[in-house]
C-alpha cells in the first residue's frame, strides 16, 4: 500500500483488555490516536472510542480498529 493515498482518519475504535474496576481505557488509546496524529498531521484527527473488554483474541491487551478514508483509482473516472 501507500500512505499517500490515505486522505484522512475517519475513526479508531480501541479495544482495552482490563478489569471490571479500570476506568482509563481512553488513556490507553491516547497512544493510537498520538501515532495517527504525528504520522498523517491533520489529516489523523479523527473521531475515537474506547471500550473495555474482559478478554480479546490470543491474549492481547489491547486492539485497535482503524477507519481511513483513501484516494481510489478507477479505470471508469473519479468517484467510481
Not at 5 to 22: C, H, I, P, Q, Y
Amino acid at each position: 500500500g501507500d500512505l499517500n493515498k490515505v486522505l484522512r482518519v475517519v475513526k479508531l475504535t480501541g479495544f482495552v483488555n482490563s478489569e471490571n474496576d479500570f476506568t482509563d481505557q481512553p488513556q490507553v488509546i491516547n497512544g493510537a490516536s498520538d501515532v495517527m496524529l504525528e504520522v498523517f498531521g491533520e489529516a489523523g484527527r479523527h473521531a475515537r472510542s474506547a471500550v473495555g473488554v474482559n478478554t480479546l483474541p490470543m491474549g492481547v491487551s489491547t486492539e485497535v480498529e482503524a477507519i481511513f478514508e483513501v484516494e481510489v483509482e478507477s479505470a471508469f473516472g473519479p468517484g467510481f
